[in-house]
């Protein structure tokens, strides 16, 4: 049995070594069978030096370094694609994910479980506004889906290498990893742990990259914001019904027909800014078939370090 470990960094300096010893020494207790997959996702910083060091005093590590950052998600497929393991492993650099949990998944997968996640019990260190968005976003996320997503789930989990497979089969560009988990179904448990703070550096999701990430997940496990066209078309339709008939009666049955100006005004207004914003959303959907069409490579690798075996 194997166990893979997929570490996914981003200007990590700060932090790599540190979650390496944390890693190793977690890790070691439970079997001697292991590798540590970092990926470098395109650091600015000495990341990239610090994983080819590690890389050289340690066999069972392993190093990708991507040729330029192409996020997090992709990080870890690339990690995902690399893997030999029987169970895989994802967890963050920093830290945050506690490595002790680890045991228990590995525990909840020796009982026949496919998939493991972490769910958040608690958020230490993190300001309020990120706890209150991110809560926010996953029951959001939940009521949009047309699969239910575990709430409070990051990445931080453990994969049977038949998910794993499952997982390579879905080349889909806008990857929302813990969607397409759930999506492939398997037998899935819950493991609660606290989340931590950040060990050191700073976190890699500014807001606008989370609003990023949270359309991505809604907008390719949901078709809800096209359907909502449909009805907004039909309310829009009964309000115009309305207006004909009241401009009909008072057309017919008053002499003050010109004042119809005001209603016509505001629906025009209203008809128009509606078009708008649907014509967006059908936008969003159009653009991800777009960037589907063009079957470019969801990463590409410059370096691979410590894989002797042809890929
Ligand atoms: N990360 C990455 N590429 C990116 C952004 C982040 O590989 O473009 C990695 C980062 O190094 C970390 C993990 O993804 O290991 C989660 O990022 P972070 O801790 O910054 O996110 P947060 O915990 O604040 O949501
Ligand atoms: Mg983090």
Redesign the pocket.
């Given at each position: 049995m194997l166990i893979s470990v997929i570490?996914?960094?981003?200007?990590?300096e700060a932090v790599i070594n540190e979650t390496n010893c944390r890693l190793i020494s977690v890790i070691q207790g439970i079997t001697p069978n292991f590798e540590l997959i970092y990926?470098d996702?395109g650091s600015q910083d000495k990341t990239a030096d610090l994983l080819r060091q590690l890389q050289q005093n340690d066999p069972r590590i392993r190093t990708i370094l991507l040729s330029r950052?192409f996020?997090?998600q992709m990080?870890v497929t690339a990690g995902l694609d690399h893997a030999t393991g029987d169970a895989i492993v994802l967890i963050?650099?920093?830290l945050?994910d506690p490595p002790e949990v680890i045991e228990q998944m590995v525990y909840q997968w020796s009982q026949g479980y496919h998939v493991a996640y972490g769910v958040r019990t608690e958020r230490i260190g993190e300001t309020a506004f990120k706890r209150w968005t991110a809560k926010a976003f996953y029951r959001l996320m939940n009521q949009l889906s047309d699969v239910p997503i575990p709430l409070d789930t990051g990445d931080f989990r453990l994969m049977d290498r038949q998910v794993v497979e499952a997982l390579k089969l879905m080349p889909e560009r806008d990857r929302f990893l813990r969607g397409m988990i759930s999506w492939v179904g398997f037998k899935q448990v819950a493991v609660p742990y606290q989340r931590a703070p950040?060990l050191a550096g700073v976190?890699?999701?500014p807001f606008w990259k989370m609003v990023r990430f949270a359309t991505d997940g809604i907008l390719s496990f949901s078709l809800v914001p096209l359907r909502m066209a449909i009805w907004t078309g039909l309310f829009t339709f009964g309000l115009s019904l309305i207006g004909i008939i009241y401009a009909l009666i008072i057309r017919l049955f008053t002499k003050s027909w010109v004042e119809g100006w005001t209603l016509l005004f505001i629906s025009v207004l209203f008809i128009g800014g509606i078009q708008l914003v649907f014509l967006g959303v059908i936008g969003e959907y159009i653009g991800r078939i777009y960037r589907e069409n063009k079957q470019r490579p969801l990463y590409l690798v410059r370096e691979r370090l410590g894989f002797n075996r042809s890929q």
């Open positions: 570490i996914p960094c981003y200007n990590e990926v996702d950052n996020g997090h990080a963050d650099a920093d945050q950040r976190s890699k999701y």
